[in-house]
């Protein structure tokens, strides 16, 4: 019988921490990099999805709270985002952007993360 070393953590935090987790975590398990300000813009749009492609650039490079400095720079991220599958188009309307639904980053309500992962010392794998 092989022992497992289990720790539990419990930690409350604000929504918007939940929603980035969720998006960091499944960049860390598909081994996507991103950047703090790439992050920061996918929680955002997890946020106001769907959305209208041109205001979101907007929304997201406003001078004070902005992510990023220009609509255009904010354009690279959501393209870049694309290209790895964290972000699609309308299938409708190709000006409109959302998180892929595939990615089931949980947004409404209250939100409970339950993630179970196993690292074993063998080389096969689970």
């Not at 996918?42 to 902005?66: R, W």
Request: glycine fraction near 4%; proline fraction near 3%.
């Amino acid at each position: 019988m092989a022992l497992v070393n289990q720790v539990q953590k419990r930690v409350k935090m604000p929504k918007w921490d939940v929603i980035k987790f969720q998006i960091l975590t499944h960049c860390y398990i598909n081994r996507i990099t991103v950047s703090e300000s790439d992050l920061n813009c996918l929680t955002l749009l997890s946020i106001n999805e769907p959305i209208e492609l041109t205001s979101f650039c907007y929304d997201a490079s406003v001078e004070e709270e902005g992510i990023f400095k220009s609509p255009q720079t904010v354009r690279n991220c959501i393209n870049k985002a694309e290209k790895n599958g964290l972000v699609v188009k309308d299938t409708n309307n190709k000006k409109v952007i959302m998180i892929n639904p595939n990615l089931k980053i949980q947004t409404q309500g209250n939100v409970l993360l339950d993630y179970k992962f196993l690292g074993n010392d063998t080389e096969e794998s689970v």
